[in-house]
């Protein structure tokens, strides 16, 4: 059965910060949306920032507060997966980046899932061929990565592997457009994708440029920033996405790769070890007032 041109139930899995601020995003464009975790404090956690948020968005005047109150109207929270997946049009899988995790997911969301509901991965670093056999229809599965903070980050990745159907494509594209994000196509399974492999090659040369000597890390960003126009440079970049995240990345793409030149960074690897993971530890290679 082809995926539907028309979503009105999105199910979200993973009350993290990149799973709660989808779930946030599709209710704000009007989809009945409900999020999926195993932890229940995680998802008391997840609807107490979500409220947060959007009352920042009405003070600032960014939202109308009738449309915040609609928006938590249409959200739910669940840590029952064999209640809420058979209502579901569309789902987005934003768990731990553990490809065990993620089959087994997939392998439930394939025997609960509506036949026609497009099961999606928010990976960045696990291709969805990786997780699409297990559940059983892998037409329906392709990569929907979406960049923190994703109510702000335009950019979403569509990845499809060998076997996803155009129609699912489509499907996924115009979800994409319809949450008010530019949407791009990636044809092909890369380790990294595009956005992870552009934004590695700068962080590497950054890396480099340190390590040489050549400039301090707050003079590499200014020049990134006032040369380049970028908005963050390169280690504020890493501070702000988490250097856990960066380390992991990075450890992914050298697994797939076996090149030398993707090896993870070590002076960002003794940072993560020292519990340096960037702005949400207080410190990184900057330090922040918590």
């Known amino acids: ?74 959200l739910a929270f669940s840590t029952d997966l064999d209640a809420v997946a058979p209502a579901a049009d569309f789902v987005i899988e934003a768990a731990t980046e553990r490809l065990e ?29 990786a997780v699409a056999a297990a559940s059983g229809r892998p037409g329906h599965v392709c990569n929907m990565h979406f960049f923190n903070p994703v109510l702000v980050m335009e950019c979403v990745e569509v990845v499809r592997h060998a076997g996803t159907s155009g129609e699912t494509v489509e499907t996924t594209l115009e979800l994409a457009r319809s949450l008010g994000k530019a949407p791009v196509l990636i044809n092909r399974e890369v380790p990294g994708f595009v956005a992870n492999r552009l934004m590695g090659a700068v962080q590497k040369e950054a890396l480099a440029l340190l390590a040489g000597g050549v400039a301090s890390m707050e003079d590499i960003d200014a020049t990134a920033k006032t040369a380049l126009r970028h908005p963050m440079g390169p280690f504020e970049l890493m501070d702000l996405v988490g250097l856990d995240v960066v380390d992991y990345i990075a450890q992914a793409t050298y697994a797939a790769t076996g090149d030398p030149a993707d090896a993870p960074d070590e002076s960002v690897a003794a940072l993560v070890t020292a519990g340096k993971l960037g702005r949400k530890s207080g410190s990184g290679w900057y330090s922040y007032s918590r």
Do not use: C, W
């Open 1 to 74: 059965m082809p995926p539907p041109t028309t979503i009105t139930h999105v199910l979200v899995i993973g009350a993290g910060a990149m799973g709660s601020q989808i779930a946030l995003t599709a209710a704000l464009a009007g989809y009945t949306t409900t999020v999926q975790d195993v932890s229940p404090s995680q998802l008391d956690d997840a609807a107490a920032q979500l409220r947060e948020r959007t009352d920042k968005m009405v003070k600032s005047g960014r939202l109308a507060a009738e449309h915040a109150e609609r928006a938590h109207d249409r």
């Open 101 to 129: 995790t993620k089959k087994a997911i997939f392998a439930r969301l394939g025997r609960l899932a509506p036949p026609h509901a497009i099961l999606a991965t928010n990976s960045s670093t696990i291709g969805s061929s």
